[in-house]
């Protein structure tokens, strides 16, 4: 075996009691293997990483064994290990944005492996960064070779630190989240990318993940991880199909399903009619335009009483931006008809109190919701805007009930964010768009920053809610599972276009090249 962990601890001590982050994992790696590690957040996932490559904080206490190619690294001092990492086992980290540094350019770190570990001169290490940045599909890559990370897309950031993970050519790659951040058809190609220069390097592969249909598709073995142990082992296919742990159970149970109820759809209740939403392009020292980048291009819909819209498609399609315009949170040409009412034509006092009955929920509940601001007074903030309520003791109690219509006490009123887990910080930004009763809630990606137990948590309320008040939702995700498990209809949009319209049908039979490109991306 290349990798051998055996009765791994991991401890770190602080002001309070003594934390266990690792309670004796074991596991191993063959090279030329792709094994992955599977479980939520919190369950050790990444401080197993971390103890492999020796990154782990100066107040942890390691036991155990963790060998690679015989040689323990638990006992290695941190010159022995810094020749080790980025020479013989790399990793690449789940957001690149925060791993790469941002005043050097990405060809200077792709290549700082190179001279660090192989002894390059830098016009050889300049010619092989390139080299590698054209294998991993970076496009005109002399020229990227002098760029920024900002200046990089999400899916070019994650391939040069896949292009430095590779720089020389290590025997093992730890892959902690490596495509959370990126849209189905950039998953695929990043995916497929470590699997050719895996064979081609006969590397060996430990992928960390909270998908497990992404370790399904990519892994010969499956560890599943819950409070720092893992509590089942085996090939992927047995474990998927023939789960034997309560907790394997539970995460698979959680992969969302369509139901296959009729649901009672009213009448039409939002109307949007030729949404445009073009923004000049300005170059040169006085910003004269020089064309126009259209985010969102005559796209119209209709949404029902009870029914859940879904609109999908990548970063940069125009989803978000056409929910903006719905609200008009952003400038726009067309027709927005909610309850009777143009809201592209409403004074702003009106604009206000119609917008009660047209709410939305964030992707993101931790930077959603003000730190400063109680749980009260966050779901309440609303009820003031809106003068609903007679008195504080009436909006109180409104919040509770807002509170109890998500699954959380009224009790937590009191509280602030950051006492809260991700899903209950989302239920919070529910309730807080629920407690005007509103008949209209846009879903910005409200999942996909949650692990999947939570994930399927959410979406049982949102289909209870939706059930008990009749509620119109758009969904927008990236997340092709569950919008097939949610939507009435859903809309394929590619740069600010719809591209395709239609009931589940779509998803069993699409039509358009692109939709038929992106949902083999994210079933195959």
Request: one cysteine or more; a neutral charge; aromatic letters at 4%.
């Amino acid at each position: 075996m290349l990798l051998e962990i055996e009765d791994l601890k991991v401890v770190f001590s602080g002001d309070g009691a003594p934390v266990t982050a690792l309670k004796g994992v074991s596991l191993d790696i063959d090279r030329g293997e792709t094994v992955a590690l599977v479980g939520e957040s919190g369950s050790g996932k990444s401080v197993t990483a971390l103890s492999i490559m020796g990154l782990l904080a100066a107040n942890a206490r390691v036991s155990g064994s963790v060998r690679l190619d015989g040689e323990e690294l638990t006992a290695m001092n941190e010159e022995g290990l810094r020749r080790l990492r980025g020479d013989r086992m790399a990793m690449v980290f789940q957001e690149p944005m925060t791993s790469l540094n941002p005043v050097y350019t990405v060809g200077s770190q792709i290549s700082e492996p190179m001279l660090i570990h192989s002894g390059l001169d830098r016009a050889t290490a300049r010619d092989m960064a390139i080299e590698l940045m054209a294998r991993v599909g970076i496009a005109d890559p002399a020229r990227r070779f002098d760029s920024y990370p900002h200046q990089l897309s999400g899916g070019q950031r994650q391939r040069a630190m896949i292009a430095m993970a590779l720089a020389c050519r290590p025997d093992l790659l730890i892959a902690d989240e490596p495509t959370t951040a990126l849209d189905v058809t950039v998953e695929a190609q990043i995916m497929k990318l470590i699997r050719e220069l895996q064979e081609e390097f006969d590397m060996a592969v430990l992928l960390i993940t909270h998908d497990l249909g992404l370790a399904a598709k990519n892994a010969k073995r499956i560890n599943v991880m819950t409070g720092g142990a893992i509590v089942e082992h085996g090939p992927t296919e047995r474990v998927f199909s023939a789960p034997a742990h309560s907790y394997t159970k539970k995460l698979l149970a959680s992969i969302p399903e369509r139901r296959d109820q009729e649901k009672e759809i009213g009448e039409t209740v939002l109307e949007a009619r030729n949404i445009s939403c073009h923004f000049p392009i300005k170059k040169g020292l006085f910003g004269r335009q020089r064309g126009v980048f259209r985010a969102v291009d005559r796209v119209s819909l209709t949404l029902s009483r009870g029914e859940t819209l879904g609109i999908v498609g990548e970063s940069g399609s125009g989803k978000t931006t056409l929910a903006m315009a719905i609200l008009r949170l952003t400038r726009f040409r067309g027709q927005v008809v909610l309850r009777g009412e143009d809201l592209a034509t409403l004074p702003r006092r009106r604009l206000v109190r119609a917008r009660r009955h047209l709410q939305i929920v964030f992707q993101d509940p931790y930077s959603s919701l003000s730190p400063r601001m109680t749980v009260g007074t966050i779901v309440g903030e609303g009820l003031k805007v809106h003068r609903i309520g007679r008195n504080r003791r009436e909006r109180e109690k409104l919040v509770a009930r807002a509170l109890e219509r998500v699954g959380l006490s009224p009790d937590m009123a009191a509280r602030f964010p950051h006492e809260f887990s991700g899903g209950q910080r989302q239920r919070i930004a529910v309730a807080r768009a629920l407690v005007l009763e509103p008949e209209v809630l846009i879903l910005d990606e409200p999942t996909s920053a949650l692990d999947m137990t939570i994930q399927a948590q959410i979406i049982e309320l949102l289909r209870d809610l939706q059930d008990d008040m009749g509620l119109a939702y758009i969904f927008i995700s990236h997340d092709l599972r569950t919008v097939r498990a949610l939507a009435d209809r859903v809309m394929v949009m590619r740069h600010g276009m719809v591209v395709e319209h239609g009931g589940p049908e779509v998803f069993s039979a699409p039509k358009h090249t692109y939709t038929r490109e992106l949902f083999a991306a994210a079933f195959s």
